[in-house]
Every structure is written in structure tokens, then in C-alpha cells.
């Protein structure tokens, strides 16, 4: 159906930055909504960032005014800019998209397996 692909996890230090990305490949349609969730130890997963193919964001406001999600125009792949990271932005992070294909016409959600991003000095 869809497989997403993340990219960009590693160590990084406060204050420093980093880049995700994620690429959808398979039998797509359309891709609805495409973001990042993340998931730390202990802790629910979480919204982070979403683009609908309207171009409406939503992110959660511990991530506002550091992290940005942004979209390229074939809408096939997504990307998470972390600018000053936090200790507690430590977690896994997913890219999720809801997408139709050609063998399943209704929206459906994909997740990718994960990527880890440390924050630590």
C-alpha cells in the first residue's frame, strides 16, 4: 500500500539543529495528511506536526516557534526542521500519513517505523 521512510534521526545537542524527513512510496492516490508524531519512553504518542493537502498546519504548541513542518509540492514527502531542541524533545519520532491508494480509494493511515532523536550534551 504506502511505505514511509524516515530519515534524519540521531544525536543532537541542545540548541543545535536537525533536519527529519520522510518519503511515501506505493500505489498512492492522494495523500490527505501527511506529519510527525513522536513517542517518548513512559509516554503517549503525541502530535507534533501535520500538513492536509489544503495546507493546513497543525502542530502542538510545546513545538511552536522552533519546529516547522513543510511540504514539497508533489506532496510525497514531509520534513521536520528542529531548531533549538530540548532535552525533552528526546523521543521517536513517526511520520504518519493518511492516503488513499489504488486498491484502497478511502483515507487510511500509514506510519512509518520510527526514528530516534536524542537531545543530550
Known amino acids: 500500500q504506502v511505505q514511509l521512510v524516515e530519515s534524519g534521526g540521531g544525536l543532537v545537542q541542545p540548541g543545535g539543529s536537525l533536519r527529519l524527513s520522510c518519503a511515501a512510496s506505493?500505489?498512492?492516490?492522494?495523500?490527505?495528511?501527511m506529519g510527525w508524531y513522536r513517542q517518548a519512553p513512559g509516554k503517549q504518542r503525541e502530535l507534533v506536526g501535520t500538513?492536509?493537502?489544503?495546507?493546513?498546519?497543525n502542530s502542538a504548541d510545546s513545538v511552536k516557534g522552533r519546529f516547522s513542518v513543510s511540504r514539497d509540492n508533489a506532496e510525497n514527502t514531509v520534513s521536520l526542521e528542529m531548531n533549538s531542541p530540548k532535552p525533552e524533545d528526546t523521543a521517536v519520532y513517526y511520520c504518519n500519513a493518511v492516503a488513499a491508494t489504488t486498491t484502497r480509494t478511502y483515507g487510511w493511515n500509514y506510519w512509518g517505523t520510527g526514528t530516534l532523536v536524542t537531545v543530550s550534551s
Open positions: 506505493g500505489n498512492i492516490v492522494s495523500i490527505y495528511v
Open positions: 500538513i492536509s493537502s489544503a495546507g493546513k498546519i
